[in-house]
């Protein structure tokens, strides 16, 4: 679920002279529209790949993220790469300048070095303009800059490529497991309304491997990755204040996604919800009702002035399962810099607990947004 | 005070008219030199700051040599091996009011529509410069700092999301823009409002979405900046595809690997270049153009430095006998010399001091214009803030006081050599020595042969100082020959004043021989002045005739059609194709002429690639060629062979003539075309390349055109076609319809506008010459209180003494400017044959000008006349004991 925030705060600018409320037009067309002429995330929603895998340009806002974990050299490393696409407000349709927008591209890559306790940050923004930045929609592709997420010839393995300024990440991923629909129907709903939802689904394990250049070292490494694809045009509710989203890997051959959508009264939202995939690849929706996330510590950026919870215990009593999440560095915050500056923590937790009283342990990403104080758009 | 210092001072403070007027004279030198100098400096550093905004922290730039260059030059160039960030860009400039477009009031009556060129629309007075940005990889460049508004510098964060919203807008939404604080301040604008800017003549309202906050660019262009998406700059401006510049981050180490490489991927149209280079281009501009008015601003002080040499010479004279008590009293040689030196200073003190706060007040105004004319010539930001540049403040002091002391120096040393006791004797001749006529007719003869042989020099090598050396030599040259002249005036007139006048003219005029000396600098400085006014004056006059037969002869359209603010957006600017086949089926209209041009940058200059209608051109127009060939045959042969047309001064610049084969660095590739002809042309000293419209959409893949030239009919009504047009053109584009005659007046008026500065100068220059006719004729007769206490004893009436004073004065007159006249014809020749064929490659038909020699003589006997009203009042009202007892 994600970037969400990042792209709704991005496009709240845009939302204050044009965008308007999404003020659907759904009454009257089959495939309902925003005000913008967006088309709506409503069920149903039959995902189709790999088509779906590449970019949906008449929706709003979309994602492909990438989080794993690697191992190379005795080393231990956690990596995201995000691709974003954030349509923009259709004013500029007719213009001959090859640089008009219709959509802004964003790229986030972050490194978590567990050994050297360090975090690696970068990102940067770009129009797609002359191919400097772009999402095919016919077949899955997104670039920004030399930073790349394909899907190769072969029709299966998703190629990475990742470059920051002092560091570069090449991977190829392959499915581990066939995509994940996550919600109902095809549709992720997050809040009441219609459209206030996405068409997301997760490869929730992919087998990696690859090279990390990193201080004129390169290194090959090997691990797993967990891919997510979501795509909507549904605004931000006015009443979150942002979230708390967990991937989990476990070494059983489970995975576990939760997320919970904070209220700006210090609730959650009852839409908040997750999927649990067994290790046949068969899954289940998990409404709020079925887990309870309880933070167990505090972590404050000094950068930001932030205040993240840090650590938490997960319970899924229906499942029997009940976990223990530790982040492997506290600081994993991501302070961008590009076009709005968005600030989130995002980083590689290790997982442990039990289920039905036999230990289980395994790896995961968090993602905590809204903690900076301030209004997140 | 010292003793020595107070006799210094003293006598200064005795004459306090004749010290004022050295004083004015050497300030006015100081003023002219300094005002013409923080003037052009001044314009020069707000272009240059213009250019460091502008250009961000950029350390290399890919620039359009012309018409900007295809944008996906942009990709290759930002793939290059150690370029770490490129930000393309598209910059115009563009005239724009504040707010946003009126109401259309009564749009069909033709009268309301303001295409005429009366201009009955609301003023464009705002001349902007657009900049066309991709805010995505401003960052490391500092130049997107953007604020939505109101709000100063409120919390970082704050401003953060302000930015980031700004920019979204910028990014999202067409025809928005920030402008700079200045920009908002001075016409109380905010966000929300808008701002409309020309494109080609159609009114386009910009809505502001946010403020600029980076620093540099609030005082760049005085302000006048406008950031919008580069999207949005190509989108109002018809710019797609085209970028004008590519400014590059590169690691300082690897810049000269990445220009090199660059250097090989470039096409002609581009160039890569370090930011510093556009500045030392509109430097090298600019400093041509300073030099004519720094040369001119010398001779001020040159003239001026005959007065204080006189003044001082006079003085030592004057007081002899003071000289001879000092030597008595035991005073050194050199302790006298520096005695007189010193008074020399505080002159020089004064007179600088006085100037730099004159010099500071007239450069505001020369600012005003020289801005104006550099913006006309070179398309140069106007300024109005004024830098008092510390360097030119110390020159023009030291000037001043080099002047002084260098020109007391001889009369200090004069001084100094007077022995102790041969001046206490009474009645000691004012005149001590007599003057060295031979040594200054052969020092006047190897200056005039030192004149010619520059100028011989300067017209075979092409430098052009020695156009400027050989000018320096004449005005030297002549100078030297005024005590012959005063010698030979005064024999000449004696008798004939004594036929004409009497005996008191005889004596008037015999008295100029007596004080030959004194006399013969006040001759010089004449001299020096009216050869300056004359020879401006007949280089100015040629050449505005030249230009002016050149407009009436060649430029035969009857009405002349471009979008408003084309001039300041040039190549920026397209018609629509309809519009120019509107045109050709009007009724009336016997053919159209198109026009397009770019810049284009041959052998490191500017010039210009023009496309025009050829066959219009033949069929109705009059070029003129140097090689005397009648148009129709050399525009037949360029026809036929795709071949260009170079104008005259394009030729003398690039040493090329008929029947040459040029390279052209056109944007479909270099491009080798023959010279078919070299044409008179004097719209522009850079040089231009003309060829047929489909040879240049051939060579330039652009086949928009800029301006019109419409031919009417025989028998048509001019202005019944003008009204047409302006009528098809509609109320929503804003053309500048010009018939012949106001084209004509129009280039004229600009032609003069060039020449204010110039006028403004010679007319300081006759100033200081007649400050010192003043003053040296008001010492010169009071020196002769004695024998003019002598004559009145003797008998001569009161009325008698005046008229000898005034003959001898208005002598003093007459063979100054005569000599004058003499310096200016050549001094004439010089300008027009050596220095501005040097400098501009123009024939200039020389025509001299007896009608301003005959003014010039009038006007400086007149006022020297004039000037010698009063020291003759003062003389003949003296009691003629009371003069007798004074030596």
Same mark, same amino acid.
């Given at each position: ?18 965008? /308007?409320?999404? @003020? *659907?037009?759904? &009454? ?10 967006? =088309? +709506? #995330? ?88 002359? /191919?400097?930045? @772009? *999402?095919?929609? &016919? ?10 997420? =394909? +899907? #190769? ?88 204040? /942002? ?109 442990? /607990? ?24 | ?887």
């Amino acid at each position: 679920m994600r970037r969400v925030l990042v792209l709704a705060m991005a496009m709240a600018c845009a939302s204050t002279f044009t965008c /308007g409320a999404v @003020g *659907a037009a759904y &009454a009257a067309a089959p495939a309902p529209v925003t005000a913008a002429g967006f =088309r +709506l #995330a409503v069920p149903p929603y039959a995902f189709s790949f790999p088509r779906d895998h590449a970019s949906h340009p008449e929706f709003k806002t979309e994602w492909w993220y990438y989080t794993g974990h690697l191992e190379g050299a005795g080393r231990e490393y956690g990596y995201e790469l995000t691709f974003f696409r954030v349509g923009l407000p259709r004013l500029r349709e007719g213009s001959k300048s090859a640089w008009a927008a219709r959509d802004v591209m964003f790229v986030h890559l972050a490194l978590t070095d567990v050994n050297g306790k360090r975090f690696r940050f970068t990102d940067a923004a770009r129009r797609p303009a002359l /191919g400097v930045a @772009g *999402a095919d929609s &016919a077949h899955y592709a997104v670039w920004l800059e030399r930073s790349f997420a =394909r +899907l #190769a010839p072969d029709g299966r393995t998703h190629e990475l490529l990742g470059v920051a300024p002092d560091f570069e990440l090449a991977l190829d991923l392959a499915p581990g497991k066939p995509p994940i629909a996550h919600g109902a129907n095809g549709v992720s709903q997050k809040s009441p309304g219609v459209g206030n939802a996405s068409h997301y689904y997760s490869l929730t394990r992919m087998p990696t491997r690859g090279q990390l250049r990193i201080g004129g070292d390169t290194l090959a490494v090997t691990g797993e990755s967990w891919m997510d694809h979501e795509f909507g045009s549904g605004a931000m509710s006015a009443t979150h204040s /942002g979230w708390d989203w967990f991937s989990v890997q476990l070494d059983d051959g489970r995975e576990l996604m939760l997320y919970q959508l904070r209220l700006k009264d210090g609730g959650i939202e009852p839409l908040s919800s997750g999927t649990i995939v067994e290790a046949d690849g068969r899954s289940r929706h998990l409404s709020l009702a079925d887990f309870r996330i309880k933070p167990t510590g505090r972590w404050k950026s000094p950068r930001t002035g932030a205040d993240y919870p840090s650590g938490w215990t997960v319970e899924l009593p229906g499942e029997a399962l009940s976990l223990t999440v530790a982040p492997v560095l506290a600081d994993q915050e991501l302070a961008a810099t590009s076009m709005g500056g968005v600030v989130y923590w995002e980083g590689a937790v290790r997982v442990r /607990g039990t289920q039905r009283g036999r230990a289980v342990t395994g790896k995961g990403y968090v993602e905590l947004t809204g903690y900076t104080g301030r209004a997140p758009f | 005070m010292t003793i020595t210092r107070w006799l210094a001072l003293r006598p200064l403070l005795r004459s306090p008219g004749r010290t004022l007027a050295s004083v004015l004279g050497v300030a006015l030198g100081v003023a002219v030199f300094v005002a013409i100098r923080l003037a052009s400096g001044s314009a020069l550093a707000a272009f240059s700051d213009t250019v460091d905004a502008v250009t961000g922290r950029s350390n290399l730039q890919v620039v359009a040599r012309g018409d900007g260059f295809d944008e996906t030059l942009y990709t290759r160039v930002r793939a290059l091996p150690g370029v770490q960030a490129a930000a393309p860009v598209v910059q115009v400039t563009a005239l724009a009011r504040p707010g946003g477009i009126l109401p259309a009031s009564a749009p069909s009556a033709p009268s309301a529509i303001p295409n005429a060129d009366g201009d009955t629309g609301p003023r464009y007075d705002e001349t902007l410069l657009v900049l066309g940005l991709d805010a995505f990889v401003e960052a490391p460049f500092f130049r997107m700092e953007l604020a939505s508004g109101e709000r100063g510098k409120g919390s970082l964060s704050a401003s953060e999301g302000e930015a980031a919203a700004a920019g979204l807008r910028l990014l999202a939404e067409p025809r928005t823009i920030a402008i700079t604080r200045t920009l908002a301040t001075r016409h109380g604008l905010h966000v929300g409002d808008s701002l409309t800017v020309l494109a080609s003549g159609v009114p386009t309202p910009m809505s502001i979405a946010a403020v600029i906050e980076s620093e540099a660019l609030q005082q760049a262009m005085g302000g006048n900046v406008v950031i919008t998406d580069i999207a949005t700059a190509q989108e109002v401006f018809g710019r797609e595809g085209r970028l004008d510049r590519v400014d590059l981050l590169v690691a300082p180490e690897r810049r000269d690997s990445v220009r090199a490489e660059l250097g090989r991927l470039l096409p002609p149209t581009a160039a890569a270049e370090l930011p510093q280079g556009r500045t030392k281009q509109v430097e090298n501009m600019v400093r041509a153009f300073a030099l004519n008015l720094t040369a001119l601003s010398f001779i001020a002080v040159f003239v001026s430095t005959f007065l204080i040499f006189n003044t001082m010479a006079m003085s030592v004279v004057r007081r002899r006998r003071d000289i001879g008590v000092l030597r008595a009293l035991g005073m050194t040689r050199g302790a006298v010399a520096r005695l007189w030196l010193s008074e020399a200073a505080a002159i020089g003190v004064l007179g600088s001091a006085l100037g730099l706060l004159l010099g500071t007040l007239l450069a505001r105004g020369a600012l005003r214009v020289v801005g104006r004319t550099l913006t006309d010539l070179y398309l140069v930001a106007q300024t109005d803030s004024l830098r008092l540049d510390p360097f030119t403040l110390s020159v023009g002091a030291g000037l001043g006081l080099f002047a002084t002391l260098g020109s007391a120096l001889l009369p200090a040393l004069e001084a100094g050599a007077t022995a102790p006791g041969a001046t206490l004797r009474q009645g000691q001749r004012i005149e001590s020595q007599p003057l060295p006529l031979k040594a200054l007719g052969v020092a006047a003869a190897v200056s005039l042969a030192l004149m010619v042989a520059s100028a011989l020099w300067t017209m075979s090598t092409h430098i052009a100082w020695g156009g400027f050396a050989s000018a320096f030599f004449a005005i030297v040259g002549f100078s030297l020959l005024a005590p012959g002249a005063t010698l030979a005036m005064s024999s000449l007139a004696a008798p004939l004043a004594g036929r004409l006048g009497g005996i008191e003219a005889a004596l008037g005029a015999r008295a100029l021989r007596e004080a030959v000396a004194r006399a013969s600098t006040v001759v010089a400085a004449l001299t020096v002045a009216v050869g300056m006014l004359v020879a401006l004056h007949v280089m100015v006059g040629s050449f505005r005739r030249t230009v002016d037969t050149w407009i009436t002869q060649t430029i035969k359209g009857d009405l002349y059609v471009e979008p408003v603010g084309h001039r300041t957006s040039g190549s920026a600017t397209s018609l629509p194709p309809e519009l120019v086949q509107g045109a050709r089926d009007l009724p009336g209209v016997a053919a159209v002429d198109t026009y397009r041009g770019t810049p284009i940058t041959m052998n490191g200059l500017l010039a210009f690639a023009i496309g025009i209608d050829l066959r219009v051109q033949r069929d109705h127009g009059h070029l003129s060629f140097t090689s005397g060939e009648d148009a129709h045959t050399v525009l037949t042969r360029a026809l036929e062979s795709g071949g260009v047309l170079v104008s005259e001064s394009f030729a003398h610049r690039h040493r090329v003539k008929q029947g040459d084969t040029l390279t052209l660095p056109a944007a479909g590739g270099a491009a080798r075309v023959r010279v078919e002809g070299v044409l008179f042309d004097y719209s522009t000293d850079a040089g231009a390349v003309l060829m047929d419209a489909a040879t240049y959409a051939k060579l330039w893949n652009d086949d928009r055109t800029e301006s019109l030239a419409l031919y009417v009919k025989p028998g048509a009504n001019a202005d019944s076609v003008r009204m047409a047009f302006v009528a098809l053109c509609g109320p929503e584009r804003l053309m500048h319809v010009t018939p012949n005659a106001g084209l004509r007046r129009r280039v004229l008026a600009v032609f003069d506008q060039t020449f204010q500065v110039t006028w403004a100068l010679q007319g300081i220059a006759v100033l200081v010459a007649v400050l010192g006719v003043v003053s040296t004729l008001t010492a010169l007769v009071l020196q002769r209180g004695r024998e003019i206490g002598m004559l009145r004893a003797n008998g001569a009436t009161r009325a008698q003494v005046r008229r000898m004073v005034l003959v001898e004065s208005g002598l003093l007159g007459l063979t100054g400017s005569l000599l004058g006249c003499g310096a200016g014809a050549v001094l004439a020749v010089l300008l027009v044959q050596v220095i501005n064929k040097q400098f501009f490659g123009w024939t200039v038909r020389f025509q001299l000008e007896p009608g301003i020699m005959l003014q010039a003589v009038a006007l400086m006997v007149v006022v020297s006349a004039l000037a010698g009203l009063f020291p003759a009042q003062l003389a003949a009202g003296r009691a003629a004991a009371e003069a007798m007892r004074e030596e």
